[in-house]
């Protein structure tokens, strides 16, 4: 990785922990450094500050190794560390993880869990050393973790039971008010979805994941080995669908997931069309302060590869702004980038945007700024006027070089607190809505 100014992702264990601690009455036990648990869970309370969860932050249960454990081994270290957790902390499942010292170290965890003595509640090992991957990835190996060894094989499935994957704790900032949004669009057709990850879950909802018929993951890239792992082991087929944001893009997606499941097509549009008729009351009274504003913007996305599409779609298709640039900033293998780019290509779009793969924020400005005409002489041409950017707290500054608006929609997000917000589904399409204008007017 050639980035370390102002990163936009931590590493697999920082992912791996981001979900752990967002999973119900979940114990992580790092095997790895005093500062490994310290740091990361600083690093991703930066996704609107997420807070440590039922067992995250100082509470955090780690081996502490250091220079003796790095030259003699750190096994006897982590066996004493699971004893004391199991003896201190109160989970219903307790997790191993690793980071890069411990992994480059060698220690073999699974014979150190082979000799503790087996506790009432399991005991689950997964390897995310630092320097294997991203944030996303943590995610991705946790999710993948617990369908191989903590779900139990459900022979009966349910037939209108799903599991929602993909949206990565904090590094999707809007994870948990998204997830209960598109749990709801999927009830109005008789749908029950398994999240993992809001705070209504149990270990039990966990646990049953293995009886759905279905997993819907919301991105392309992220979440993917988990649910061919899934498929694999527990038979449970996958879609992969965009997270829905607006009427639009909510209806396209309940009617996919419908057909997917064989539910009755009429019934499902008569069930969606209540809702699209409440959404659409909502924006008519919205469409005075549209009228009097100029409210069509051009836009710059800069987010990752699970978010970036859905905003474009929404800015596009549901209020008719013009996305000229749309920047991934996730690192993503030359595979992922060609599917990122198929998925794009495939949308309908009235303004194609530019799509860009750019994970450093100075060259992010130095894009625009090296490519545009106004930028680049004094004589008249078509600017980028008016201009919105929705983009992470660190990319304010870019709306400030382009003289435009500023709405902190990805990660890090420093500059509000998100408690249980959403962008996703038929309310988070109007709260989108609602935050765009409220920066139109917000200087009056």
């Not at 102002?6 to 967002?22: D, E, N, V, Y």
């Not at 220690?107 to 005991?123: G, H, T």
């Not at 149990?202 to 997993?215: F, M, P, Q, R, Y």
């Not at 303004?351 to 992010?364: M, S």
């Amino acid at each position: 990785m050639s980035f370390i100014e102002r990163p936009r992702f931590s590493c697999m264990l920082g992912g791996a922990l981001a979900t752990l601690t967002s999973l119900p009455r979940v114990i992580p036990i790092i095997h790895g450094a005093q500062g490994c648990g310290g740091q990361l869970t600083n690093s991703y309370a930066y996704g609107g500050y997420l807070g440590v969860g039922y067992c995250g932050g100082a509470s955090l249960p780690s081996s502490n190794v250091s220079e003796r454990e790095i030259i003699f081994g750190g096994a006897d270290r982590l066996k004493k560390e699971i004893e004391a957790a199991y003896e201190v902390m109160d989970g219903d499942l307790f997790v191993v993880v690793t980071s890069c010292m411990t992994d480059l170290i060698g220690d073999d965890v699974e014979a150190v869990l082979n000799e503790v003595e087996k506790p009432d509640s399991p005991l689950v090992y997964i390897d995310t050393g630092g320097f294997k991957g991203n944030s996303y990835y943590g995610y991705d190996i946790v999710i993948q973790g617990l369908f191989e060894q903590f779900i139990p094989v459900q022979e009966e499935k349910d037939p209108k039971l799903v599991n929602l994957l993909g949206l990565v704790p904090a590094y999707d900032p809007f994870f948990r008010g998204d997830l209960e949004e598109v749990r709801r669009i999927l009830s109005l057709i008789g749908v029950k979805a398994t999240t993992f990850l809001t705070p209504d879950q149990t270990i039990e909802d966990v646990k049953n994941a293995g009886k759905a018929s279905l997993n819907i993951l919301l991105s392309p890239v992220h979440g993917l080995k988990a649910v061919e792992s899934a498929k694999n082991i527990h038979g449970i087929d996958y879609i992969v669908e965009n997270l829905p944001i607006g009427s639009n893009a909510s209806v396209k997606f309940a009617l996919d997931v419908a057909e997917k499941l064989g539910i009755d097509r009429e019934f499902a549009e008569k069930a969606l069309q209540k809702e699209v008729d409440r959404y659409y009351q909502y924006v008519d009274r919205a469409t005075d302060v549209i009228a009097d504003t100029d409210f069509q913007n051009y836009a710059v996305v800069i987010n990752n590869s699970t978010e970036a599409l859905p905003y474009t779609l929404f800015l596009d298709n549901e209020i008719g702004w013009l996305p000229e640039y749309v920047f991934i900033t996730d690192e993503l293998n030359d595979k992922q980038k060609q599917l990122i780019r198929d998925r794009f290509e495939a949308e309908s779009f009235e303004n194609p945007p530019e799509l860009v793969f750019e994970t450093d924020t100075f060259k992010i400005q130095q894009h625009i700024t090296q490519n545009r005409p106004q930028f680049l002489s004094d004589t008249y041409n078509d600017t980028l006027d008016p201009v919105f950017v929705l983009g992470s707290t660190i990319d304010r500054k870019l709306a400030e070089v382009l003289g435009g608006k500023y709405l902190n929609t990805s990660f890090p997000v420093i500059s509000r607190i998100i408690i249980n917000h959403t962008y996703a589904g038929f309310n988070g399409g109007l709260a989108l809505l609602e935050d765009l204008i409220t920066g139109q007017v917000s200087g009056r």
